[in-house]
């Protein structure tokens, strides 16, 4: 069910310095505006995405950093705020200087193959940093590149490519588009992206009478105590949840919560766990943030295109005592309800508290996030070696303290098995964590047990 980071170790050889790739053609050279909703301070961090490629011999004798590379240049064309640099306006208001000075680039070899790395492949990754190099300079959120991206060629013919982007300018939607618009131009299928990208970020802020108009947990001003911090002490873990975890779970729920979602369940597994596992005050107050796409809610819709943040982080909050000694349901519950409350007036008012309180973080204090990645389908990006073995963020550690998030993963045969939700805490909350969620996962053999045992008495009777 669960898996340790690997003791896997490999050597990555870069072929030259990681080089500034610019558009392929001349691009505007203007400044643009994030939305409101892009702009918060919870958002200002670089998320690290990974894909694992096989081995094609279709493609034999063609270099994946070459393609991409030319395929990155081409798509910078066309979503060319991506080769600028942010700025800082009045009041702390980000902007896009579209420089076209480029995004960063590294070419690399690794030796190593793609079966060492496991079955099915699921973080942590061994030798991540070598995997995505940290060039000098380039973690600033000001005057600093905007994605990086490294290719790394592997022994057995597959590669690895990853990327990381600065969130506020794209969520998970957003950055899967612009993968699939590379794919495209790598492929060579279409000499312009299928889906044309679309600025038009006004459409996501503050109205001109900013209002909030709903409370927002998740921007709680909390007095920051006992907050679980990275250290030399921190662990890093995957909780593998395949049909046969999810259905034990289910089981654990009255009849009227059976139906919820499958991220909805987990969600509510990993906020119970969690705090179990990190030993709060009982008194306290813990929070769990469902970081939402919320394009569905937004009428009339945005356009085709748009690839900025469509994200809100709605915050289920309870007592610490009271979701321990409840059972899974009442976490459930709660993230059921604080997910329904989400409308096109919520996002509104997230939009309009950013201007009035000024960009306010979310409170760790005994708080931790999750989003779904189990539909963006990042494994689905082809750029002409077939779809990836895994794709999706690459750690659990990123923007909000302790961020997890629900990925598919697939065997070697490419066939989905399941999620895997990895998880980052200090080693010997990790171990609680490991044993509460054990002891869920076999409480319904006890159920059985006496499921078995009803039946048996009513046919003696």
């Known amino acids: 069910m669960a898996t340790l980071s690997t003791s896997l170790t490999f050597t990555v050889q870069k072929c030259k310095p990681a080089e500034l790739v610019r558009p392929a053609k001349p691009t505007p050279r203007e400044c643009k505006l994030l939305s409101d909703i892009d702009d918060q301070e919870s958002f200002r961090f670089q998320a690290p995405l990974i894909q694992f490629y096989r081995y094609n011999p279709s493609m034999q004798g063609k270099d994946p950093a070459r393609i991409i590379r030319e395929a990155l240049a081409q798509a910078l064309v ?36 793609l079966e060492d790395f496991g079955d099915p492949l699921q973080p942590p990754f061994p030798c991540f940093d070598e995997l995505l190099y940290e060039t000098p300079n380039s973690q600033g959120m000001l005057n600093s590149p905007l994605l990086i991206i490294q290719v790394t060629r592997l022994k057995c013919g597959g590669f690895v490519f990853a990327i990381r982007f600065n969130h506020v300018m794209s969520d998970a ?35 001109d009478a900013p209002r909030v108009t709903f409370t927002h947990h998740e921007y709680d001003q909390v007095e920051a105590t006992n907050i679980i911090t990275p250290s030399a002490n921190m662990v890093q873990r995957s909780f593998f949840f395949g049909p046969k975890e999810i259905s034990t779970l289910r089981r654990l729920l009255p009849n009227h919560l059976r139906k919820c979602s499958r991220f909805e369940l987990l969600a509510a597994c ?36 748009y690839y900025g943040n469509v994200v809100v982080c709605p915050a289920a909050i309870t007592k610490a005592r009271k979701l321990w000694q409840n059972p899974l349901g009442y976490a459930v519950n709660l993230v059921k309800k604080t997910k329904g409350s989400v409308t096109e007036e919520y996002v509104k008012s997230v939009a309009d508290l950013m201007v009035i309180k000024g960009r306010p973080h979310y409170p760790l204090l005994n708080s931790c996030a999750i989003t779904d990645l189990s539909r963006a389908r990042f494994d689905d990006v082809d750029f002409g070696w077939g779809k990836a073995l895994y794709g999706g963020l690459a750690s659990a550690t990123m923007g909000v303290g302790q961020t997890s998030f629900c990925n598919r993963v697939k065997n070697n045969k490419g066939e989905e098995i ?5 998880i980052c805490l200090p080693a010997p909350a990790m171990e609680r964590f490991a044993k509460e969620l054990d002891s869920m996962l076999n409480e319904h053999h006890q159920v059985d047990k006496l499921e078995h045992k009803s039946v048996f008495i009513s046919s003696a009777l």
């Open 78 to 113: 066309y979503y060319y705020p991506f080769a600028g640099r942010l700025r800082e306006g009045p009041n702390g208001k980000l902007m896009v200087d579209c420089t076209g000075e480029g995004t960063l680039f590294v070419e690399a070899d690794a030796d190593v193959s």
């Open 270 to 305: 990993l906020w119970r766990c969690r705090t179990i596992a990190i030993k709060p005050d009982p008194e306290e107050d813990v929070r769990m943030l469902i970081m939402y796409d919320v394009r569905s809610k937004i009428n009339p819709p945005l356009p085709s295109g």
């Open 418 to 422: 399941g999620i895997v939700m990895p």
């Open 173 to 207: 939607s957003g950055m899967m588009q612009f993968m699939f618009a590379m794919a495209e131009l790598a492929q060579d299928h279409h000499h312009v992206p299928s889906i044309f990208p679309v600025w038009e970020r006004h459409f996501l802020n503050a109205r």
